[in-house]
């Protein structure tokens, strides 16, 4: 059909309006870019590496990196544009400062750790509550406490302070240890209930002391214990080994523990 002039002149108005209110919105969703993915970096140490948890990538060596621990399964989850694992088993403050730093730059818009157990002294004080009583383990206790007070915060300091000078644009998580014990719990041999007690109120120090430090440099903190509880050792659905084999695996955080307590912990402050 032909139209008329006088219809024509009126088709080409309407068009043109249509075009006026449908061109800056589209103009602008595709002229807006996507947001761009992040550039994430874990570090730290067997918490965070993921021993306990099983699945470790030949490649990674005594690092024993998990394909279940939390960073890979945030990386999984998330698609970051790039993604680097330095976590290492046994790795202190010095340990991240001195070799796992180098993936961190102005572009890096994540990062993650846990670190501090080891410069406290976990692993002998477990070793000491195991083997040689309830006295003896008060004892190591009481000391890596001292420590945890009076040393730990500044040796926190150099390493946050080395994480932000490499990444000043980052969103930093600190993730801190659960408790190890369920207290009146299931477990009917092991160590006395004194000294699980005495060993969760080292959690509980370095939780608060770690907290503090972090959120003076500005970071974010993943308190884990609240997912934990429940799931820790004498509970009925441990998240974390007692002594196990091997025994570099004890009184670290299972599949479970990873999936279930640290990984929502960091997603929550992703």
Not at 46 to 55: E, I, K, L, M
Not at 170 to 178: S, W
Not at 212 to 222: I, M, N, V
Request: glycine share 8%.
């Amino acid at each position: 059909m032909k139209l008329s002039r006088t219809a024509k002149v009126a088709a080409t108005a309407a068009l043109a309006l249509c075009v006026t209110a449908l061109g800056p919105a589209a103009a602008s969703a595709q002229d807006t870019p996507a947001a761009a993915a992040d550039a994430y970096v874990a570090l730290g140490d067997s918490y965070s590496s993921g021993v306990g948890a099983g699945s470790y990538d030949d490649a990674s060596g005594d690092c024993r990196r998990s394909t279940v621990a939390y960073p890979q399964l945030w990386a999984n989850a998330n698609a970051p544009s790039s993604f680097d694992f330095t976590a290492c088993s046994g790795a202190r403050t010095a340990d991240v400062i001195n070799s796992q730093l180098d993936p961190l730059n102005a572009s890096t818009t994540l990062v993650s750790i846990s670190i501090g157990g080891n410069d406290a002294g976990f692993a002998d004080t477990m070793q000491t509550c195991v083997l040689s009583g309830t006295s003896a383990c008060v004892a190591a206790v009481n000391t890596a406490n001292e420590y945890i007070t009076t040393t730990l915060p500044g040796q926190l300091d150099t390493v946050y302070d080395a994480i932000r000078a490499k990444a000043p644009n980052a969103r930093v998580v600190v993730l801190g240890y659960p408790r190890m014990y369920q207290l009146d719990g299931s477990c009917a041999v092991g160590i006395s209930e004194e000294a699980r007690a005495a060993i969760n109120s080292a959690s509980d120090n370095l939780s608060e002391v770690t907290a503090k430090r972090a959120a003076d440099h500005g970071f974010g903190y993943g308190d884990v214990r609240p997912a934990f509880s429940g799931h820790e050792i004498c509970s009925s659905d441990s998240w974390l080994h007692s002594v196990t084999w091997p025994i570099g695996d004890s009184y670290h955080p299972t599949a479970a523990g990873q999936s279930g307590g640290y990984y929502p912990v960091l997603e929550n402050l992703a």
